[in-house]
Nanobody, 125 residues
Framework: QVQLVESGGGSVQAGGSLRLSCAVS????????MAWFRQALGKEREGVAG???????SYADSAKGRFTISKDNAKNTLYLQMNSLTPDDAATYYC???????????????????WGQGTQVTVSS
């Protein structure tokens, strides 16, 4: 069964950190693009960080310098380390897998067809 299961969300104060995890099962994710998206209340879903099958990485401007995407192929797990969080980062974060061809496409959700259920991140000021 193809499945992505996120964890690690929670509530933090501004300036704090969280590490999100995405456990992958049912497919060989090393050959896929993997990414983190987020959706805040009343806003459209947006790409945060993505990594293509070659390991090239893209970050949204809002994430550069603060967030780090990584994956552990041995554990079939994708991570998102988030530092210096602000209230603007509060959202539901989703893990996704898909068939993008390059890091330049990794933040475009149209390339993704496998989605997790999301994990909530709350940041208080």
């Amino acid at each position: 069964q193809v499945q992505l299961v996120e964890s690690g969300g929670g509530s933090v104060q501004a300036g704090g950190s969280l590490r999100l995890s995405c456990a992958v099962s049912g497919f060989t994710y090393a050959t896929y693009c993997m990414a983190w998206f987020r959706q805040a209340l009343g806003k459209e879903r947006e790409g945060v960080a993505g990594i293509d099958s070659d390991g090239s990485i893209s970050y949204a401007d809002s994430a550069k310098g603060r967030f780090t995407i990584s994956k552990d192929n041995a554990k079939n797990t994708l991570y998102l380390q988030m530092n210096s969080l602000t209230p603007d980062d509060a959202a539901t974060y989703y893990c996704a897998a898909g068939g993008c061809l390059s890091a330049a496409q990794a933040l475009t959700q149209n390339y993704y067809n496998i989605w997790g259920q999301g994990t909530q991140v709350t940041v208080s000021s």
